[in-house]
């Protein structure tokens, strides 16, 4: 059996919105960061296999005034 990895969106303090599923951690990885382009924010990578987060990653948009 293939592992599969959850790419996770977080929505709320402790909720998270199913966004696709990839077969191996580089590729979840990699479109997370064309998620972020597009939709800023922390995004989760679980792991179907031991049912854990494997992976975290923020991008949350800047606020006017910062640089």
């Known amino acids: 059996m293939n592992p599969a990895?959850?790419?996770l969106k977080k929505t709320g303090v402790v909720?998270?919105?199913?966004v696709?599923?990839?077969q191996d951690?580089?590729?979840?990885?990699a479109r997370i960061k064309e998620?972020?382009?597009?939709s800023p924010g922390e995004?989760?990578?679980f792991s179907q296999r031991t049912q854990e987060i494997v992976?975290?990653?923020?991008?949350?948009?800047k606020s006017a005034g910062e640089t």
Request: charged content about 20%; overall charge negative; aromatic content about 20%.
């Open 5 to 7: 990895f959850d790419i």
């Open 43 to 45: 995004y989760v990578v």
């Open 15 to 18: 909720s998270f919105e199913w």
């Open 55 to 61: 992976g975290r990653f923020n991008s949350l948009p």
């Open 20 to 22: 696709e599923v990839f």
């Open 35 to 38: 998620l972020q382009a597009r």
């Open 25 to 29: 951690l580089h590729t979840a990885e």
